[in-house]
């Protein structure tokens, strides 16, 4: 009798692992969920960022096994202390926490990361393993991390070549207080044969029956347009070039002189502005650039002109070419001040 009991008590035992077992598998997985963020939308390469999980349980059960490993793209630097990167054909390791989560209990970690270089780049992959009830079927889920960040490009750091975006901002600044600015009209003097045609006021003229012209007031406003010339060039050089631009825009925000930016290609910001929103959006236009040609720079340069707008015009190029020095003489020909170039190469005025 008593060894009935035990062979009876020893089927029901394997009977419940089989049933806990086939429970495990089906539910203990679906559990388990994971939450990733990232601290920051927009960065700059080799800023320190910091990604965050939570890893949740949601059963009612201990969970004596739960590993988490992520797959970062090759994109990104794991900054954390110790960390030893290792890579095999290209593809970087997995970088992994082994755990045990209580009932409803949360986990949470952080790992610092860096850019190595600008651009759109979604994080990676992550794998989520749960064991099941007795070890010997864990269930393995794979997803793409929901987490993307853009990297702008990074600060030019050539003083020689970034040199003379200072002086010629500075001359803007002086002529600023010296342009008359065509909408804002004072009153009306008589035309003395040295003001341009289109002073002309008509309708003076036929109530006085002298020519008259009009007399405007001093502008205290300008604004600087950065045209970037996208053209086929090499890697290295379509960056410096990006480079340019984000350090124009960032002495620019520093002056508190509003600034768009114009080009041929795919970076365009054509509103004008200055401020925290206006710097966020043109560097996630920087980073997300492919540097890629629509138009010809001939063109934007004549509908520059064509605009009659008096701004500065700070140009920046791969190399200065035929096409360029056209469209040079024919702005400096129309507003009669100088246009900052700036190329991959070197840097200067076009007088």
Known sequence: MPGSVFVFGLIGAVLAAAVLELLSLKRWNPRITLQCSLDMRLTEPGERMTFTYRIRSMAFWPMSAVSVAFLFDSAFEILEEG??????????????????????????????LACRARGDHPLGRVYVETGDFL???????????????????????????????????GDVSVRRFIMEDPSIILGYREYTGVEPMKTISWLQTARTGRLTVKKHD??????????????????????????????????????????????????????????????????????????????????????????????????????????????LRMLQSTFGSRVLLLTGKEAGDDA
């Open 83 to 112: 960390w030893e990167e290792k890579s095999e054909g290209g593809v970087r390791t997995l970088y992994s926490r082994d755990t045990g989560l209580m009932p409803r209990r949360i986990l949470r970690g952080t790992i610092p």
């Open 135 to 169: 070890g010997l079927h864990p269930v393995v889920r794979a997803f793409d991390i929901p987490v993307s960040v853009i990297c702008t490009a990074a600060p030019a750091e050539d003083a020689a070549r970034i040199e003379p975006v200072g002086g010629f901002l």
């Open 218 to 327: 001093f502008t205290v406003d300008t604004d600087i347009a950065i045209v970037l010339d996208i053209e086929t060039c090499p890697q290295s050089e379509a960056e410096h070039c990006l480079s340019l631009v984000r350090t124009v825009c960032d002495e620019l925000e520093r002056q508190k002189i509003p600034y768009c930016v114009l080009s041929n290609g795919d970076l365009q910001s054509p509103l004008k502005g200055v401020g925290r929103a206006h710097c966020f959006e043109i560097q996630r236009r920087i980073g997300v650039s492919r540097f890629v040609r629509r138009l010809s720079i001939s063109h934007v340069l004549a509908r520059c002109a064509a605009d009659n707008a008096r701004r500065g015009y700070i140009l920046i190029a791969p190399k200065l070419t035929d096409e360029i020095r056209s469209g």
